[in-house]
């Protein structure tokens, strides 16, 4: 078994099964964990309301900090949706997801992708420059923070690296693509990645349970 | 051609001008990937050269790879150089059968001992003797005689090469490549499902003129024709790079000559000389007309999955899986949170009970 016939077999398929195990394990025994009941009268009975507009408000700026945090908070909106970008709309990756979902969707050219994913690798770069520099956000990183950057550099780096055939043979550069994504999934559920699928249904509760004090979230 | 008649001479009687010898040199030396100033050097040594003994051994095989060199459409330059060695034993071609066959192959290697060219196609099977055998004698046993007093082995085609479609899982009869058997001799592997003609007759140009073998790749090829993939030398290559493929064998992408790697095209990963060589001399190659590349130069080519998955798709199990290890992550999750739940209540109620 050649080393891309080992990514795009057995490690995928155990990567999958870590990913969707530990996702459904760490999202469900999260959500249904449950919150001390609160036993005092709701000031407004606007729950859901309440919720999703704290979800659209924590996606802007706070106004007060607005301009000390200009900076990350766009170029985390740029990293990310230049990221969906690559990830989503690049015709290779379309047919894996075709090969596990079942269906697919219209792809970008290649040149695109790859500039997007170069957009993507420059922000990130600039982000974690700056979490490195910057003395609070050091303290409050731990390793948590720097694997998952890490998960997420190498598949881009390689990902690019396949795509433009540099450094090494085609499959040996689609191999390692293919396993430092394998690596991504698996740390996915573990490590703070998961803010992927807890970011909404955090700010969500956050926001229901904040209206029901008649506080703004 | 007698056997002492120099090549050179063979080709003029066979009424080859020098013109199109030298042509064929040049041809040579730079598929070669040898320096132009070599084609003078491939001329001189090729013309002088006397025909080499060739013992041609076919295991476990259909034929191809001896149709792929003999049935071109017209007889080529490299068919003539082919003519023109010794080829002393070969069951397909040779007139003599039966024993008197046999005592050929036998006074070929006594006559030409250390010094001739063991040709091998079809792979060899381990799992009993008497899944193929010439003559009643089993392949591996006459695989082992005959590579005894060879100069080098020249393994053609994929199974003898990597073991090729009789390797396929679940390998029933337990075939192996010539390299698995043979580890004291140099051998060349011209994989291809069947080979390229014009790579075969390479290696024996390399051969005459020389006295030795091309440069290899790790699995054995000669780098001057498998140094680069299909891929990166592909026509439709700008199709690719602009994201236009066809999406099925009939439809507008397809018509157009889009890329075919949504068809499951394995030029990316394949080895070999078809996009620049061709076959037919010169006018196609598979994905010339229309489908992917098969990857067939490339070992175990036939246990990769289907031909038509692309190869950013997985070659995984099965959904099923994903399923189940959803239902069991879901149940741990449930399960976690109501233990998590029930530690709770029993703390709160011990601390109610203590206030
Ligand atoms: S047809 Fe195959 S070899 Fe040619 S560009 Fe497309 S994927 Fe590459």
């Known amino acids: ?217 | 051609m007698r056997k002492h008649q120099t090549l050179g001479v063979y080709l003029h009687a066979q009424g080859v001008s020098r013109r199109a010898f030298l042509k064929f040199c040049s041809a040579t030396a730079s598929l070669m990937a040898l320096p132009p100033s070599a084609a003078a050097q491939v001329a001189a040594a090729l013309a002088a050269a006397r025909r080499p003994s060739v013992i041609w051994l076919s295991f476990q095989e259909c034929t191809g790879c001896t149709e792929s060199l003999t049935r071109s459409h017209a007889p080529t330059l490299e068919s003539l150089i082919f003519d023109a060695i010794s080829l002393d034993y070969h069951h397909t071609l040779q007139a003599a059968s039966g024993e008197s066959a046999e005592a050929a192959r036998i006074a070929a290697m006594e006559e030409n001992e250390g010094e001739y060219l063991l040709v091998v196609d079809g792979s060899i099977p381990l799992g009993n003797p008497g899944y193929s055998t010439i003559a009643g004698m089993s392949n591996l046993d006459m695989l082992r005689e005959t590579a005894g007093g060879a100069a080098a082995i020249i393994a053609v085609g994929t199974c003898a090469a990597f073991g090729g479609i009789p390797h396929a899982s679940p390998n029933p009869t337990g075939a192996v490549s010539v390299s698995e058997i043979i580890t004291d001799k140099p051998i060349v592997n011209v994989s291809g499902c069947p080979p390229i003609p014009v790579v075969i007759t390479g290696v024996l140009a390399h051969f005459l003129t020389f006295g030795t073998l091309p440069d290899l790749d790790h699995l054995g090829r000669p780098v001057a024709f498998f140094g680069q993939n299909i891929h990166d030398r592909c026509y439709r290559r700008p199709f690719y790079e602009r994201g236009q493929f066809a999406h099925t064998f009939d439809d507008e992408g397809a018509r157009k000559g889009w890329c075919l790697y949504e068809l499951g095209c394995k030029g990316p990963t394949t080895y070999n000389a078809c996009a620049t060589l061709k076959w037919n001399e010169g006018t196609s190659y598979p994905i010339a007309s229309g489908h992917g590349c098969l990857g067939c130069s490339e070992p175990d080519f036939w246990d990769k999955g289907s031909f038509y998955t692309p190869i950013s798709a997985g070659l995984w199990g099965s959904r099923e899986t994903l399923i189940g290890a959803a239902a069991a992550g879901a149940a741990l999750g449930v399960g976690s949170a109501l233990a998590a739940r029930a530690r709770k209540k029993k703390a709160r109620a011990a601390e109610e009970a203590e206030s």
């Open chain 1, 1 to 217: 078994m050649t080393l891309l016939d080992f990514a795009r077999g057995p490690a995928l398929q155990w990567s999958l099964i870590i990913l969707v195990f530990g996702v459904l394990w760490q999202l469900l025994g999260t959500i249904l964990i449950g919150v001390k009941k609160d036993l005092s009268k709701p000031r407004r009975n606007t729950a859901v309301r309440d919720g999703l507009a704290t979800i659209a408000t924590r996606s802007l700026p706070e106004h007060q900090f607005e301009k000390k945090i200009r900076f990350q908070h766009f170029s985390g909106y740029a990293w990310h949706v230049a990221l969906f970008i690559a990830v989503l709309f690049s015709a290779p990756h379309i047919l894996f997801f075709e090969s596990v979902l079942g269906f697919g969707w219209p792809h970008l050219p290649n040149g695109i992708i790859l500039v997007t994913a170069a957009i993507a690798l420059a922000i990130l770069f600039a982000l974690v420059i700056r979490r490195l520099s910057h003395p609070v956000q050091r303290l409050i990183s731990n390793a948590d923070d720097y694997i998952s950057v890490i998960v997420v550099i190498v598949p881009l780096v390689t990902g690019m690296l396949a795509s433009a055939h540099i450094g090494a043979r085609y499959e040996t550069l689609l191999a390692i693509h293919f396993l430092s994504v394998e690596a991504l999934f698996v740390w996915f559920p573990f490590g703070k990645l998961m803010h992927t699928a807890l970011t909404f249904p955090s700010r969500f509760r956050a926001g229901a349970a904040f209206g029901r004090r008649g506080v703004k979230a």
